[in-house]
Every structure is written in structure tokens, then in C-alpha cells.
T-cell receptor, first 109, second 114 residues
Framework: GQNIDQPTEMTATEGAIVQINCTYQTSGFNGLFWYQQHAGEAPTFLSYNVLDGLEEKGRFSSFLSRSKGYSYLLLKELQMKDSASYLCAVPHAGNMLTFGGGTRLMVKP | DSGVTQTPKHLITATGQRVTLRCSPRSGDLSVYWYQQSLDQGLQFLIQYYNGEERAKGNILERFSAQQFPDLHSELNLSSLELGDSALYFC?????????????FGPGTRLTVT
């Protein structure tokens, strides 16, 4: 089966950098997704990692270590609009996604 | 806007009733997925259809059923509703059925069972 752990909540200051961690245990690994979800809205795709290392995409970067079953999402130059939940998810059995519980990030001025 | 549409946006109904949620995938996407998001359970996969056929099944209750039609839109039917079925129901679509395709989520249907 799949098991995904993320911190429940994090708080950071506008302009700062925050790292959101995700650890996973999965039978067979097919990559890891990060999604952003504002309250009451649909999740939106941020990144997909299948190989080890860091992938940068503007202010957001995502890192993967397959040997450690670990990923993180790095958000730089935080803005108030980054206040949202961040969900990591692993695909299996075709393309069904198992999501972690999500990390609610609050950005304060 | 992801290109995935869902109707209705909100639905309020009573226990024991039956409702149908509708989803139209992005143009060209063959797979449709249904997810349930409640406050205490997070985002849970229910079922996937690919080009009209059931592809994968998650923790979907027997009271729930889904189908995908020839025009690729999908419907999720929820029957004998209970208070605990109150949740946000998301539909997502992707290009393929297997492999790790990015899923695009619709705006969701908020179901309230009273």
C-alpha cells in the first residue's frame, strides 16, 4: 500500500523561503506530484518528480530522493497568495493518485 | 481554468436521497477520475474511467457508482445519502489511462447532506 506523511501546518513570513517536506512509502515508485490547493478550490499542478534531484520552476522547486522516500517543495520569495494547502501525491495502479493529508501554509506579512 | 467542468457547483439534499454529479473532461483527455475531499479524510480517490471503461477503483462505497459516456463525460451517482457523505467531490481528467499523466482538476461539487 501507500503511506504519505506531511506536516499539517506551517507558518512563514512574506518574502521568506519555506520548505514543505513529504515522506512516502509505496510499493513500486512511479514518481511524485505536488499540488497547490486554495481553500474550497480545485488542486492545481505544481510539479512532478520521477528522478532524484532538484527541479526548479520559478519561485517553486521540488526535490526528490527515491532512496530515502523523501521529497520537499521549496517556495521562495513568499507572497500572501501562496497561503494554501500543498499536497504531495504518488501515482499507482494506472494513474490513480494517493494524496498526503496536505500541509496548510499560512504566509504572514 | 483547467478546462474540466463540473455541475452543479453546490448541492444540498436530505439523508436517504440520491444525487448525480456531472463532469466534462478537458478536450482530448480520455481519462476521468473522481475524488472525495472531506475535512477529516483529505483527498481520496474513488474511481477512474478511461475511454468509457472502468480502469481503477479506490475506496468507493457500494452506494456510489459512476460511468463514462461515449462523449467522455462522466457521472457519479450517490445514493442512500448519509450525513457523512457531505464533502467536496472533484473530477479530474488526464490524457492517458496509465503512466504518470498530470491530472487536471475541475472546480468541484460541494455536497451537503442534511
Amino acid at each position: 500500500g501507500q503511506n504519505i506523511d506531511q506536516p499539517t501546518e506551517m507558518t512563514a513570513t512574506e518574502g521568506a523561503i519555506v520548505q514543505i517536506n513529504c515522506t512516502y512509502q509505496t510499493s513500486g515508485f512511479n514518481g511524485l506530484f505536488w499540488y497547490q490547493q486554495h481553500a474550497g478550490e480545485a488542486p492545481t499542478f505544481l510539479s512532478y518528480n520521477v528522478l532524484d534531484g532538484l527541479e526548479e520552476k520559478g519561485r517553486f522547486s521540488s526535490f526528490l530522493s527515491r532512496s530515502k522516500g523523501y521529497s520537499y517543495l521549496l517556495l521562495k520569495e513568499l507572497q500572501m497568495k501562496d497561503s494554501a494547502s500543498y499536497l504531495c501525491a504518488v501515482p499507482h495502479a494506472g494513474n490513480m493518485l494517493t494524496f498526503g493529508g496536505g500541509t496548510r501554509l499560512m504566509v504572514k506579512p | 481554468d483547467s478546462g474540466v467542468t463540473q455541475t452543479p457547483k453546490h448541492l444540498i439534499t436530505a439523508t436517504g436521497q440520491r444525487v448525480t454529479l456531472r463532469c466534462s473532461p478537458r478536450s482530448g483527455d480520455l481519462s476521468v477520475y473522481w475524488y472525495q475531499q472531506s475535512l477529516d479524510q483529505g483527498l481520496q480517490f474513488l474511481i477512474q474511467y478511461y475511454n468509457g471503461e472502468e480502469r481503477a477503483k479506490g475506496n468507493i462505497l457500494e452506494r456510489f457508482s459512476a460511468q463514462q459516456f461515449p462523449d467522455l463525460h462522466s457521472e457519479l451517482n450517490l445514493s442512500s445519502l448519509e450525513l457523512g457523505d457531505s464533502a467536496l467531490y472533484f473530477c479530474a481528467s488526464s490524457e492517458g489511462g496509465t503512466g504518470n499523466y498530470e491530472q487536471y482538476f475541475g472546480p468541484g461539487t460541494r455536497l451537503t447532506v442534511t
